[in-house]
């Protein structure tokens, strides 16, 4: 079994930074890839960036440039650092790890964009 915890949500005004921060914890392979993910009321949960255990990232079109993931493996943790946010970045972000055939779900962490 695997378990996720994120922290490092909360409020911050248009412009502003958060680190958002993931631990992994139980039944952690090698060989992985990890994402943050958002939900905002009313839409779908869209992947915001991910990183493999070999460090490769993918980041959404419409973070690229503001936001950056990086991960220590030796610590199975997870940041998201994030840059320039905008009210539109407010959503439930979600840390998810993915290894073999199975996704593991963080239960999330609120970011609030806003004046």
């Known amino acids: 079994q695997v378990q996720l915890v994120e922290s490092g949500g909360g409020l911050v005004q248009p412009g502003g930074s958060l680190r958002l921060s993931c631990a992994a914890s139980g039944s952690i392979f090698g060989i992985n890839a990890m994402g943050w993910y958002r939900q905002a009321p009313g839409k779908e949960r869209e992947l915001v960036a991910a990183?493999?255990?070999?460090?490769?990232?993918n980041h959404a079109d419409s973070v690229k440039g503001r936001f950056t993931i990086s991960r220590d493996n030796a610590k199975n943790t997870v940041y998201l650092q994030m840059n320039s946010l905008k009210p539109e970045d407010t959503a439930v972000y979600f840390c998810?790890?993915?290894?073999?055939?199975?996704?593991?779900w963080g239960q999330g962490t609120q970011v609030t964009v806003s004046l």
């Open positions: 990183i493999t255990s070999a460090g490769s990232t």
């Open positions: 998810a790890l993915h290894q073999l055939r199975f996704d593991y």
